[in-house]
């Protein structure tokens, strides 16, 4: 199950909204074949495994990470071919939380006659597919939060220069890390302030779908952003107030010209209704439809307020550089109005610390008011 998971890593950034699945066919003590779920819309890790088989597979055990699918969806049903090409045994990581499946592989299976356990390395089996097992039980993407911060908690000096608070390797990471997303959000302040491309520069890396936030749609035509969106899938999310002016509504028709697609939400939910504001959890409903699985914030302290207000953060990678900034002026990764008192902040469970370099790098995954047991 350790190689079906190595296995199933070899398809990060290519599969999603599927998840990422690895299969190792073991016969008489010897691995004699493997397969993983390469592509969206692509064979699946089991068929991937079992066609590619030199030797006959019949009476063999089959490992796989995530419970063989019995549906028909863009490709056949995986419990078709391994009861057709004879399997004795199947050990499986989780089971399928897909409608379409959730445990019905297995039952199948078992009724063919073949042994099946599950639950083998579950833990990290689900943890491999925290994306997918979100998604397909919400409909909503996976939302990871990311900012780098200085030792003393600032994302940038008081003049607004960050370049670089951390290193190189940590840089490289984050690359790393769009690619295992679907799309790329930033807040309208990070286009103005730095003209980004938001793209995935690692080599063989598929594009993330950009998006942004731009309640007044003040970003510019000749931003980097807009000027790519041709090519990069690009979304612009607006307010709807934006739209029912004028100057709004041709600014959204020369972006749409431009290759951007429009996006708008109703005012946002902080009860403010003089501001125009983008309602992230909206918004979210709307890319979830959109079949974006999974959403990477690599926003300023402005969209990350916002974002942990509206609850939509499912993970947290915060990035911490050895230097120290100061500066009572100097933003900090979360700004807006934050708790009042540390009853009401996000707490982060699951913590890890790993190290980046000459950085390191903390996660976890928030926990809001009603998940909480101390409030
Ligand atoms: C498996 N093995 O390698 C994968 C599975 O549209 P399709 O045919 O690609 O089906 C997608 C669904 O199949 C996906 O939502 C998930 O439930 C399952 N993915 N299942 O047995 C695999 N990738
Ligand atoms: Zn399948």
């Known amino acids: 199950m350790r190689r079906a998971l190595e296995l199933a890593r070899m398809g990060e950034g290519r599969t999603n ?5 690895g299969c190792v ?18 064979y699946h890790a089991e068929r991937n495994a079992l066609l590619r088989c030199g030797e006959d597979p019949a009476g063999a055990d089959l490992y796989v990470t995530l419970e063989p699918c019995c549906h028909y969806g863009k490709t056949p049903p995986c419990t078709e071919i391994i009861i057709e090409k004879n399997i004795g045994r199947v050990f499986i990581g989780n089971v399928d939380p897909n409608p379409k499946v959730a445990g019905g592989g297995v ?11 599950s639950g083998i390395l579950e833990e990290e089996c689900r943890k491999l597919n925290e994306v997918f097992f979100h998604y397909i039980s919400t409909g909503r993407p996976f939302v990871a939060a990311k900012y780098a911060m200085s030792a003393d908690g600032k994302i940038a000096c008081a003049s607004g220069d960050s370049k670089w608070i951390t290193g190189e390797t940590a840089r490289k990471q984050v690359h790393m890390l769009r690619k295992r997303y679907s799309g790329i959000l930033a807040g309208i302040g990070t286009v103005l302030a730095d003209d980004p491309m938001l793209n995935c520069r690692e080599e063989e890396g598929v594009d993330p779908v950009r998006i942004i936030c731009d309640a007044h749609l003040r970003i510019p035509m000749e931003s980097q952003i807009v000027r790519t969106a041709d090519q990069v899938p690009t979304i612009v999310c607006t307010a709807e107030e934006t739209l029912e002016t004028a100057a709004g509504r041709e600014k959204a028709d020369q972006l749409a010209a431009a290759g951007v697609t429009v996006l708008h939400t109703p005012a946002g939910a902080d009860g403010d209704s003089s501001y125009a504001k983008v309602d992230l959890k909206n918004l979210m409903q ?15 302290s402005k969209i990350n307020a916002d974002a942990f207000a509206s609850g939509i953060v499912d993970k947290v990678y915060a990035y911490v550089g050895g230097v120290i900034i100061g500066g009572a002026d100097a933003p900090s990764p979360v ?9 009401g902040a996000v707490r982060l469970r699951d913590l890890t610390v790993s190290t980046a370099g000459e950085d390191c790098c903390i996660t976890g ?10 409030i």
Do not use: T
């Not at 909204?17 to 699945?21: H, Y």
């Not at 039952?107 to 356990?117: N, S």
């Not at 709307?286 to 300023?300: A, N, P, Y």
């Open 365 to 374: 995954y928030p926990v809001y008011g009603k998940d909480r047991e101390d």
């Open 286 to 300: 709307q890319l979830g439809e959109r079949k974006i699985d999974s959403v990477l914030i690599e926003g300023g």
């Open 17 to 21: 909204p599927n998840p990422m699945v």
């Open 25 to 42: 066919i073991v016969k008489d003590g010897r691995i004699i074949s493997e397969g993983y779920h390469e592509k969206y819309g692509e």
């Open 107 to 117: 039952k199948i299976l078992r009724e063919h006659g073949i042994e099946v356990e």
């Open 335 to 343: 700004g807006g109005r934050g708790a009042e008192s540390m009853a």
